[in-house]
């Protein structure tokens, strides 16, 4: 009682948003530094990051009608242009598991995050996606041509990529799409819009390179529910929409490990999406009743600069780059 699935073409405009809250401000980024705190441009239409409303920019269009599920899993999909310059080349085939991986691209290092995962189905993110989203990362700062198509499934999915640094693992940049994308060209794109282009953050650099931790997060399973406490703490992701003091409608999202990780309950995490969504007068309880909340699942996968680098040089270029890497450098 009380929750819908969340279809038709209201589902897809939850284009963008954000995963987390920005630990500490690094030199040079604009907005706030503290948890819950409002990111410049916060709530904002366009605006890439945490509290934004529609779209990464203008890079994602979504066509009005009818919205399939995006493989059957709930989530948003189907009519989706974009004028990004990359591209797809239809669906691939899964690459077998590499030496040293189960059949889900686990090497025993990695695991995948809060929320992934649904019953006994099989995961869908996979290691290969983080090397993949590195390889990226890499040739554009190095200026190396981009790393071929990648081998691992090519079906939309609404998706998140997540860059954390340093061995505290401090946000560095997030950004993604509520909007099913093809995962070859959608990873391509928000690899680089989220190291980039996260307004929170400067461009990110060579020398950062070594310190970085890659998440890719698949959503699924979305859900509006009628009561805004009606989702689970490390298990759901919220987005939630709602109409400021002037009336304008905002709308802010958080992950599902998010809520978790900074130790906060339902009241905390609604409180801080608020907030981030630009929210400024007091909060009331009766304010958070005209929340409109959508609920979702997601499949996380994170890899350290040190495991991508391992897994490059064992299993020789396996994405198509023919050139060097850089030296890995331990932490100093």
């Not at 630990?23 to 990051?49: C, E, F, R």
């Not at 009519?79 to 686990?106: K, M, Q, R």
């Not at 979702?296 to 996968?301: I, P």
Request: a positive charge; hydrophobic letters at 30%; proline letters at 6%.
């Amino acid at each position: 009682m009380g929750r819908k699935r969340c279809v038709g073409a209201d589902c897809s405009k939850m284009a963008a948003g954000c995963c987390g809250v920005k630990k500490q401000k690094l030199s040079g980024s604009p907005g706030s530094g503290g948890p819950g705190g409002v990111g410049a441009g916060s709530g904002v239409a366009g605006t890439g990051h945490c509290g934004s409303d529609l779209g990464i920019g203008s890079s994602t269009t979504v066509a009005a009608g009818n919205v399939s599920r995006a493989n059957g899993l709930g989530g948003p999909g189907g009519n989706v242009s974009s004028s990004s310059s990359s591209s797809s080349s239809g669906t691939n085939a899964l690459s077998p598991a590499p030496v040293g991986y189960n059949s889900s691209g686990l090497s025993p290092n990695l695991s995948p995050g809060p929320g992934s995962g649904s019953g006994g189905r099989k995961m869908v993110v996979s290691a290969e996606m983080c090397c993949f989203c590195f390889d990226v990362l890499y040739c554009h700062l190095y200026g190396y041509q981009p790393p071929r198509t990648p081998r691992f499934t090519n079906d939309p999915y609404p998706l998140f990529v997540t860059w954390k640094i340093g061995r505290d693992k401090r946000l560095r940049g997030c950004i993604g799409t509520f909007s099913a994308m093809n995962l070859h060209s959608g990873l391509r794109e928000y690899t680089l819009t989220s190291a980039l282009k996260d307004s929170r953050f400067p461009p990110m650099t060579r020398d950062e390179l070594p310190r970085l931790f890659c998440s890719v997060s698949l959503l699924t399973n979305f859900e509006d529910v009628g009561d805004y406490l009606d989702w689970e703490v490390g298990v759901h992701g919220i987005r939630i929409e709602f109409f400021n003091e002037k009336g304008s409608k905002r709308t802010a999202t958080y992950l599902p490990e998010v809520a978790k990780e900074q130790g906060w309950d339902h009241i905390q995490t609604i409180d801080s999406l608020l907030r981030k969504g630009g929210y400024k007068a007091p909060i009331t309880n009766d304010f958070r009743k005209t929340i409109k909340l959508t609920r979702y699942r997601s499949e996380k996968m994170t890899m350290g600069y040190a495991e991508y680098i391992a897994h490059r040089q064992h299993h020789h270029y396996q994405n198509g780059i023919g050139h060097p890497l850089p030296p890995y450098n331990h932490y100093s």
